[in-house]
């Protein structure tokens, strides 16, 4: 999602002199292509072409082409190494941590079982958990499957099955998803590591606002207690009892 982002700033930086600084552009290039893969979902769902992915596919290699054409990787590598890094070690300490946790509470079963791509029913616990997790990826599946929300074909692919879930959080995380689940596959796998990328992107963009309010030092220093932080939280909550809403 960063390719297509960036080759259109430096284009309006070129063309219609459009002033981005260096490491802005870096950060804020999967910005537009967010709301590329949301706007190609959207002409899915209203034309059932699939001919809409392959043409952000299209995008996605020519602004490949270009970045490496022009050696547009070194300027990347020079105006934001720091940003990079800090996105770099967001998904290292994620994807850790998650290997971490389904090792010590034998929870490597749950990505098979939820790959099965079934209906998956919950009974009782804290919902908000499953809402964030789980409901937004069902909802991409069926846009993908161009399932009617309010059907009775759609409860396979959302947890609880309750219709009125779906009004639970914003259509934006799923409109975006979809495209990923086409190219990738159904997975809650393939889902979950979209997520960590997404929240890897965050890191990078407080740091870069932290480095413009107060100082580069202070944001190194914000980033790395941050990373810090989920690691010592994981160590703290050691009970399954007490990771129950959380797993």
């Known amino acids: 999602i960063f390719f297509p982002g960036y080759a259109f700033l430096i284009t309006a930086n070129e063309k219609w002199k459009v002033i981005i600084p260096g490491e802005f552009r870096v950060v804020f290039a999967p910005a537009f292509s967010i709301l590329s893969l949301g706007a190609v979902t959207i002409l899915y769902l209203l034309t059932h072409g699939v001919y809409w992915f392959y043409l952000y596919l299209l995008l996605?290699?020519?602004?490949?082409?270009?970045?490496?054409?022009?050696?547009?990787?070194?300027?990347?590598?020079?105006?934001?190494?720091?940003?990079?890094?800090?996105?770099?070690?967001?998904?290292l300490t994620v994807n850790l941590l998650q290997a971490k946790r389904d090792f010590l509470y034998n929870l490597d079963y749950i990505e098979p079982y939820l790959d099965r791509l079934e209906f998956i029913?919950?009974?009782?616990?804290?919902?908000?958990?499953?809402?964030?997790?789980?409901?937004?990826?069902?909802?991409?599946?069926q846009f993908l499957h161009l399932a009617p929300l309010f059907s009775e074909t759609a409860d396979k692919?959302?947890?609880?099955?309750?219709?009125?879930?779906?009004l639970d959080r914003t259509p934006l995380l799923p409109l975006v998803t979809t495209p990923i689940l086409f190219f990738f596959g159904e997975g809650h796998f393939v889902y979950q590591r979209f997520l960590n990328v997404?929240?890897?992107?965050?890191?990078?963009?407080?740091?870069?606002?932290?480095?413009k309010l107060f100082s580069r030092w202070t944001a190194k220093i914000t980033s790395l207690l941050l990373l810090l932080s989920g690691h010592i939280t994981f160590q703290v909550c050691k009970e399954p009892t007490t990771l129950r809403s959380g797993l």
């Open 60 to 91: 996605f290699c020519c602004s490949v082409w270009l970045v490496f054409k022009r050696r547009l990787y070194k300027q990347i590598i020079s105006e934001a190494k720091w940003p990079l890094l800090v996105i770099t070690l967001t998904l």
């Open 121 to 141: 029913p919950i009974k009782g616990g804290y919902f908000g958990y499953h809402a964030d997790n789980t409901l937004q990826w069902g909802i991409a599946r």
């Open 157 to 166: 692919y959302r947890v609880e099955g309750d219709v009125n879930n779906v």
């Open 198 to 211: 997404l929240m890897s992107l965050y890191y990078g963009a407080s740091f870069l606002l932290l480095t």
